[in-house]
């Protein structure tokens, strides 16, 4: 059975990726002055303006506008005539409370084993998901088109391609056959250059100098469409052209259009909230279970309940790829080497380190510089369900 799967990637001068590196960069500020920091932070950019509004509780108390002012300039444009202003006040003392004690431990759960101290920063449904066509173990759409972007950004940010500005994103459909990649049915890619750019020489150059190297996982072939700025002119971009919002590209940052999405947005938000930090643990679990050859792909559900420690959902599914025991057992061991609250999960994943400015741009997933994409829990589940 023949299936197409699509994923886009974007780069760090996106407006939306602007947010959210804004937004971490003020999560990163504040835990490394005080690692308890309770950051969630949203960011507003269009034209001429940013805006950065929400709940910060932290003994430090950040600098927001030169925060906003070295990403632009990290990432490639001015702040000159931006005008910027801020809207932040601390936690709910409602939230906080909750978090601060779990309803276990207010109603006097005792489990030495089990750390019921902290609660769920929310509630909601958070996914993770590993396959094994792909060395990251994840999606090869979605592989392919963060290599473009990371190409794309390096000939920017290094000259090998002259006249091309901050905004672009790119594309990539791949047609599975029997649930693996066979072919790379199309490619697009929209890069943001001068206004004197020959456009011809910078789509040859694009498709030498990014896309070559890019796609070397599944080259292009005969019939691979490619379109390289198929709008024509892309020279107004960045601010001036969109407005960008911190959250609003939740499936570039985790696994394309393969995989469903619980709907929390990651940036801007310290790892008390289980938007964030149950997504990394259910790819640390995801990925864990595929690179311990009991299944070729793996989804991983976990649901949180504000105010709760122990999730209200387990969930596994192999999609009939399991090779050692069914979804129901796996799901039964993953207690036995993941620990799963709030707690555990920051503990496990060192989640209180100023890391995540970084996972900001060019995806959250598939990059071994971050804790959840170790494979060091493959000998515990084999143990675990053998």
Not at 244 to 264: A, E, I
Not at 295 to 304: G, H, I, P
Not at 356 to 372: C, I, L, S, V
Request: hydrophobic share 40%; charged share 25%; net charge negative.
């Amino acid at each position: 059975m023949r299936k197409f799967y699509t994923a886009e990637a974007v780069t760090e001068g996106h407006p939306d990726k602007l947010c959210d590196q804004i937004a971490d960069a003020i999560l990163d500020v504040c835990l490394k002055q005080d690692e308890q920091s309770r950051v969630a932070c949203e960011v507003l950019a269009t034209k001429g303006t940013i805006i950065v509004a929400g709940e910060i509780t932290s003994t430090y108390e950040p600098d927001v506008f030169a925060v906003v002012r070295k990403v632009l300039s990290d990432v490639g444009y001015s702040s000159e005539g931006i005008a910027m202003d801020t809207f932040v006040h601390r936690q709910s003392p409602d939230i906080a409370g909750a978090v601060d004690t779990s309803k276990e431990r207010r109603e006097g759960v005792s489990d030495n084993q089990i750390d019921w101290f902290q609660g769920a920063g929310d509630q909601g449904v958070m996914i993770g998901y590993a396959c094994d066509e792909t060395k990251q173990l994840m999606p090869m759409p979605v592989v392919l088109a963060n290599r473009i972007v990371r190409e794309l950004s390096a000939c920017r940010q290094s000259s090998y391609i002259q006249g091309i500005l901050p905004d672009g994103k790119a594309q990539v459909t791949v047609e599975y056959e029997n649930g693996k990649p066979v072919r790379l049915d199309s490619v697009v890619v929209s890069c943001q250059h001068t206004e004197e750019k020959d456009l011809k020489k910078l789509e040859a150059e694009i498709r030498k100098k990014v896309l070559l190297p890019a796609l070397r996982p599944l080259p292009p072939d005969e019939e691979t469409k490619i379109y390289i700025n198929p709008s024509g002119r892309f020279v107004c971009g960045g601010l001036d052209a969109d407005t960008g919002l911190t959250g609003r590209k939740l499936m570039v940052d985790s696994y394309g259009s393969m995989v469903p999405h619980g709907g929390g947005a990651f940036s801007g938000k310290d790892c008390s909230k289980v938007d964030r930090s149950a997504a990394y643990m259910a790819r640390y679990i995801a990925k864990n279970i595929v690179a311990a050859g009991l299944a070729s792909k793996c989804q991983v559900s976990l649901a949180y309940a504000i105010g709760v420690a122990q999730p209200v959902m387990v969930q596994v599914n192999t999609f009939g790829t399991g090779k050692v025991c069914a979804d129901d057992c796996l799901e039964l061991a993953i207690p036995l080497v993941f620990g799963l609250t709030p707690k555990q999960i920051v503990d496990s994943l060192r989640l209180t380190r100023p890391i995540f400015r970084q996972t900001a741009a060019f995806g959250h997933f598939g990059r071994k510089e971050f804790p959840w994409e170790r494979t060091d829990k493959v000998e515990a589940l084999r143990n675990a369900v053998i």
